[in-house]
């Protein structure tokens, strides 16, 4: 469905520029910008996809993945199609890539209608406490997130982002007020980012940092992708960028499988384990392997080592007092307010 893209400024003729997010498309007439869902229409940016998610599941919060964030809880999941990156690697291509060259009509057909008030209302008659933008990049469907994102908190839920980090600061100003917490990914290094995202690293580094000092919380995910972006100096740069901001931010350490256009083995066990030791070594608290199978996933406390938070295939166990360990009373950085206790 067509809706006003307001987050958005006329420039000289009737080409738009769109301030969604950090490649501030300047767009002309009749055309869309780089994520493909963004369509100037005559002098005015429209929202191709507002209202119509391509994705929509009930997921464990575990999923996002968020780990200190009301663990063991359900959170309600949409996400449309498009993205502002062409990353080669994408695990969910067919959403993201798929709408890229189609005509507006095809793109504006996508999905299935949910209009804010009805993905709210979801989830309360269901007793979901939280909803997500996710599986593609929300920041591309900034208007539709941005009123179900106030109109849920409004309602009483949280609100979470899983995103590139590739926001613009302008989104972030209006954004920020609504939403409880983030997964980010940081992919690489600023090489993986030109010749294989097509992105840019700076501004989700400076992203990663605001938000966290805003007080929202932040998680992050690197996909480890063997032979581009898992060599221990690659992997020890990320890891030392997010010391240096916190070493209570949780890092999620994802194993990789051949998917898209990357044609690279598996992630062998060995090189996420071997990343665990380097974000554990940097100074990190909370490092974690995932899509696999690992005794890398249950939450330690840091100080006194004991398991605060066991999970297994979405299965959340949960030993914390509040949100402190409950031998030695260490408190565990997070935000622990639906919790599941023993
Ligand atoms: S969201 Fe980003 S990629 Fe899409 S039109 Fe706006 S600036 Fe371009």
């Known amino acids: 469905m067509k809706h006003p ?6 420039l000289k ?3 738009v520029e769109c301030l969604a997010c950090s490649h501030y498309c300047k767009i002309p ?40 964030f009301d663990p063991g809880s359900q959170i309600f999941s949409i996400g449309t199609v498009g993205c502002n990156f062409s990353c080669l690697f994408c695990q969910n291509w067919e959403l993201s890539q798929g709408n890229k060259g189609q005509p507006k009509e095809t793109v504006e057909a996508s999905g299935i209608a949910l209009s804010p008030k009805e993905a709210v209302d979801y989830c309360l008659n269901n007793k979901i406490p939280a909803i997500a933008f996710t599986y593609n990049e929300p920041a591309i469907f900034f208007e539709y997130a941005f009123d179900t994102a106030k109109l ?19 989104a972030l100003d209006k954004m920020t007020p ?19 995202c097509g992105g840019r690293i700076e501004p989700i580094q400076k992203n990663i940092e605001r938000l966290w000092k805003d007080g929202m919380w932040v998680e992050v995910t690197t996909l480890l992708i063997p032979g581009h972006n898992d ?18 931010m949780p890092w999620h350490l994802s194993r990789y499988f051949p998917c898209y256009k990357m044609d690279a083995p598996p992630t062998p066990l060995a090189s996420l384990e071997r990343a665990y030791g380097i974000g554990k070594k940097a100074g990190l608290k909370y490092v ?10 249950h939450t330690f406390c840091p100080k006194c080592h004991k398991k605060v938070i066991e999970r297994k295939d979405y299965l959340v166990h949960n030993h914390l007092r509040k949100d402190a360990c409950p031998k030695c009373g260490e408190v565990i950085a997070g935000r622990f307010g639906n919790l599941l206790q023993d």
């Open 13 to 15: 003729g009737q080409t």
């Open 231 to 248: 060599s221990d100096e690659e992997l020890k740069a990320i890891a030392d960028f997010l010391v240096s901001i916190s070493p209570d």
């Open 178 to 196: 609504w939403i409880d917490a983030i997964n980010i990914d940081l992919k690489g290094p600023k090489g993986f980012y030109h010749t294989i």
């Open 5 to 10: 893209a307001w987050l958005s400024r006329p």
């Open 152 to 170: 849920a908190k409004e309602h009483g839920l949280k609100t979470v982002y899983v995103s590139n980090g590739f926001e613009s600061e302008e």
């Open 29 to 68: 007439p009749g055309k869309t910008g780089i994520c493909g869902v963004r369509y100037n229409d005559n002098g005015q940016l429209q929202l191709l996809v507002y209202g119509r998610p391509g994705a929509i599941n009930t997921d464990p919060i575990e999923k996002k993945p968020l780990f200190h």
């Open 288 to 297: 974690y392997v995932g899509n696999v199978q690992t005794d890398y996933e």
